[in-house]
């Protein structure tokens, strides 16, 4: 029997555990990417491990989220993580060379390489036929010393794509197509694998786009394969040496198959306040608009940005319009400057920003009250935009761009025929912003730069064999990690620094329950379906467990959320019957006995309400490893007991 993409490469990096669906395996990492929101956690933690140096093919540090530096907190992180790359062998990518995981996918990305990175954009890479994964930063700090990382072996889709984009209809239209058509959940445990005719005629940064957002889906991750298109763009890049053809067996088997006809893709928008939440541009209508926002991991490669200077040539934005545009990285900034096209785009009124992710994580340039904003991002979550009653539509550059110039939502279509837009035959090459490693011999005598609002990682304890303690918040489902630790230009500095970020914690749904939550000293989260969906940030987990939660009780999580309470040492629990959610309500007193036999033992965890008297059984579903990692209080406290 053929084997798929997702299988062979997975299946060449197992060191723990077997190629079974549904069972966890633990693969061997080859590189790992960083960026600074969750960075300096993950670097502290690999501190923390004490080992001297990492021990992948390649680490990368980027240096791109948190770039607002309106304090002294983000540049004090900033240097921090370039002393601690310097010192433990990871190339530092400084400020203004780009949101990572567009640079990644230029400078460092190899197909049929392991990549997982500290953000849940990394599937980027699969764009290049890597298995890229997003995960907590814990996890890629064990996987920097060396140490495997734990996956349960997902179901692998097949997306079939076939026929070719019409003009103005772009990879972003098909991303918002699968998520139309598989919702925010549908990829949970799986891997989106794209394969079929249509595949040739995208080109990488348009792999990367689907795949990128492939994290919208909750799926484990997305790839291409590896192929002469590209090999091209490796050779545009000068590292053509490590291109290898990759792709699917003819009889590989597929556990669900999606059929794509490029062809009939049309113009798409994600409407608020959801990425699943898709209408075709034509159904929305002539919508007047208040900004536009053009950039982010998802759409601000070259290639987007030369199609949005063509329709912007000659041309001025709407006079009740703002536009912002974030090019991706140096390199794609440098090649618009140096070809005219950045001169189009400040020329027609453009607000051009540095390449970094800026807006997209709600670094400045936040809508109106009210305001209708078109973003070519992957995220349009209530309030994410830094404007709570903003609305936020994700759409293509194409219609982003021509929308801009008519100030109301518009069908680029109506531009008539497009002209073909080509990537280079070569990029310009100057990675003089990577600062590679001090070498090993040297290592030592570099100082680590630690300023005063980087803290420690919280404390953990081991598991306590009973709980009793009350239901301190009880939410709903679709529960995002921008609902439990809001990013944004105010809350974004404190990510160094636990106890003052945790003040924050879920204040978009109730202002009170940081407060409530730390006198209670212990408690109970209780949630809905696909908990914790979104961004990889452990911060959803660490503030939480900074203000005394044990255990989170849902429907169901999202993966890398689960992964990172797990790590922080919180229970998550699952209702066994989701009836059983309208069970309890917040502030019922609970209690769990006997926990520490029912974790080892793989039993149904039960528990009380003492409120009413009701007894809940709920499920934890556990591995070998985890139950271990959650017996001695998370994966910090575990690696250091068995290193
Ligand atoms: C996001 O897009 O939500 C982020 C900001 O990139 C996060 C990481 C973070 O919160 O720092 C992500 O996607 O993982
Ligand atoms: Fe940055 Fe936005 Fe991409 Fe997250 S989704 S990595 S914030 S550009």
Redesign the pocket.
């Known amino acids: 029997m053929g084997l798929t993409l997702t299988e062979k490469i997975l299946n060449a990096h197992i060191v723990d555990g077997e190629a079974v669906r549904g069972s966890e395996i633990g693969i061997r990492i080859d590189q790992t990417l960083t960026?600074d929101?969750?960075g300096t956690m993950a670097y502290l933690e690999f501190e923390a491990m004490g080992i001297p140096r990492v021990r992948t093919e390649k680490s990368v540090a980027y240096i791109d989220?948190n770039t607002l530096q309106s304090g002294f907190e983000n540049a004090d992180d900033h240097r921090f993580i370039g002393s601690i790359a310097k010192k433990h062998g990871v190339y530092f990518s400084r400020p203004g060379n780009g949101i990572c995981h567009q640079v990644h996918l230029e400078r460092f990305g190899i197909p049929g390489k392991t990549l997982i990175g500290s953000?849940?954009?990394t599937p980027t890479g699969g764009g290049l036929g890597m298995i890229a994964i997003?995960a907590g930063g814990l996890d890629v700090a064990v996987a920097m010393g060396g140490g495997a990382y734990y996956i349960t072996y997902p179901k692998i889709v097949k997306v079939n794509l076939t026929g070719a984009l019409s003009s103005w209809c772009s990879a972003k239209d098909v991303i918002l197509e699968v998520l139309k058509r598989l919702t925010v959940k549908g990829g949970v445990g799986k891997v989106i694998e794209y394969c079929g005719e249509g595949v040739k005629t995208l080109s990488v940064p348009e792999r990367a786009t689907i795949t990128n957002m492939g994290a919208e889906l909750g799926a484990t991750t997305s790839i291409f394969p590896s192929d002469e298109i590209t090999k091209e763009f490796l050779k545009a890049q000068k590292r053509e040496e490590v291109w290898t053809a990759l792709s699917a067996d003819p009889d590989a088997v597929y556990d669900e198959v999606v059929e794509i006809n490029l062809s009939e893709i049309e113009p798409a928008a994600a409407c608020p306040h959801s990425p699943d939440n898709i209408k075709s541009v034509s159904e929305i209508g002539n919508m007047k608009i208040d900004q536009v926002c053009i950039g982010s991991c998802t759409n601000s490669s070259l290639l987007d940005m030369l199609k949005v200077a063509h329709i912007l040539k000659g041309k001025t934005v709407h006079p009740d319009v703002s536009l912002s545009i974030a090019p991706g990285s140096k390199q794609v900034l440098n090649m618009l400057a140096k070809c005219g096209a950045l001169s189009d785009l400040i020329d027609a009124g453009a607000r051009i920003l540095e390449s970094a992710?800026g807006p997209?994580?709600g670094m400045g340039q936040s809508p109106n009250s009210k305001g209708i904003s078109l973003r070519t991002f992957n995220?349009n979550f209530e309030g994410r935009s830094g404007t709570k009653d903003g609305q936020i539509y994700l759409v293509s550059p194409e219609v982003a761009a021509v929308s801009a110039l008519t100030g109301v939502l518009t069908d680029p279509r109506t531009l008539g025929e497009m002209p073909k837009f080509e990537l280079p035959e070569e990029f310009i090459i100057n990675d003089n912003m990577v600062v590679p490693p001090a070498p090993e011999s040297e290592a030592g005598s570099v100082e680590i730069l630690r300023g005063p609002n980087i803290k420690p990682f919280p404390k953990t304890s081991p598991l306590e064999d009973e709980i009793e303690c009350k239901c301190s918040l009880k939410v709903g489902d679709n529960i995002t990690?921008?609902h439990i630790m809001p990013?944004g230009a105010k809350i974004l500095p404190l990510r160094s620094n636990i106890p003052a970020i945790s003040k924050h914690c879920f204040t978009v749904c109730d202002e009170s329950f940081p407060e409530r939550a730390e006198s209670l000293g212990k408690s109970i989260i209780v949630g809905g379906a696909n908990y914790g969906q979104?961004?990889?940030?452990e911060h959803a987990a660490l503030a939480p467990l900074h203000l005394g939660v044990k255990a989170v009780l849902v429907k169901s999580f999202a993966r890398i959320h689960r992964a990172n309470l797990i790590n922080a040492g919180i229970l998550p629990l699952t209702f066994k019957n989701e009836a059983d959610y309208e069970k309890i309500a917040q502030g019922d007193d609970l209690k769990i006995e006997n926990l520490i036999a029912s974790v080892k033992e793989g039993k149904d965890i039960v528990i009380k309400n003492i409120t009413t008297g009701e007894e809940i059984p709920c499920e934890c579903d556990l591995s070998g490893r985890t139950k271990a990692i959650i017996l001695s209080g998370g994966l910090l406290s575990y690696t250091k007991e068995n290193i």
Do not use: E, F, V, Y
């Open positions: 960026q929101a969750t989220h953000d849940s954009h997003g992710c997209c994580i995220r990690t921008d990013a979104g961004s990889s940030r």
